[in-house]
């Protein structure tokens, strides 16, 4: 299961303990998403307009622990909601950045280590992953990637703090 | 802007007369949809979490008038919402078919004449294409195009009404 998966990832080497749980083991749309994840070496993009999944959070912070540089923007009235993670993640030290806008920041996509784009309908909620037809696409086509680089770069230097007006700029 | 452009795709050969409507003219993400929706020649199949943008709905209803063979699936509480575009289009003799789940139909998708596949994060909202942050992706590649149609497919068969089941089955 995804907690056989995390507890290996994190400690590897120790020999995985069978583990008891009901959740359901094997290959599944999840254990396929973390796996993917865990594969970062150097960086990790994310760009969520929601993110209360404990297991996907778990393992955003353990590549966090690894060394692996992790940012994430996420939209200004989600990360509020009951069941949120962001709080978490940032308190783990992960750099977040939101929108200021009372639209939403909607996109759902992933870039792992700058060559592998991973997008679709899902939000990163544990609704979403148990209840709803969803899907995600696992890209690695460079074109594509670049497309979804650059908008996270563009988002990531716009949400920037620094730049924050907390007063009408008006003469 | 959107409305000349569905008025030209309305009436090809009229002469686009010069809109005074305060829309955004020339080339949008809006204007770029619309124009590869207007492209179908045969078949259009939509598998959409939400629909109330009144401009997308009158593209499809054009394609249905022209004869291209329109399927959309969506999802049973959302279709139901103030703004919803579903009983237009049924109205106007479009197939529709929807889940039976607490959990949403939550796919984002287009597929022009089985071989253009439009995907994202974007509802196909007012809301959601005048204020939010989304992509769009439009992938012609046929192992792409092919595993959305293949789940439209699934979809449309699990959703015939022909298969509900109003009462428990239990023995």
Known sequence: ?????????????VPARPCPCPLPSGDTALSRLVRRLLSARRSL????????CPQLARAVQLLHRR???VRLVT?????????????RLRHA???VRH?????YMHHKFAIVDR???????????????????????VVEDAEYVKAFQDEFERIWEE???ANYSFFSQKQ
């Not at 993009?45 to 209360?52: I, N, Q, R």
């Not at 060559?115 to 696409?137: C, D, K």
Request: net charge negative; glycine share 12%; proline share 3%.
């Open 99 to 103: 929108d200021q806008h009372s639209g």
């Open 67 to 69: 060394g692996v540089r």
């Open 159 to 161: 949400y920037n703090p």
């Open 115 to 137: 060559r592998m784009l991973i997008t679709g309908s899902l939000n990163w909620t544990t609704q979403a992953i148990q209840s709803n037809r969803e899907n995600v696409l």
């Open 75 to 87: 939209d200004a009235q989600y990360m509020g909601l009951h069941g949120s993670q962001i709080g």
């Open 93 to 95: 030290g992960i750099q």
């Open 1 to 13: 299961c995804i907690e056989a998966l995390l507890a290996e990832a994190a400690e590897p080497g």
């Open 45 to 52: 993009d994310l760009c969520l307009f929601s993110f209360s």
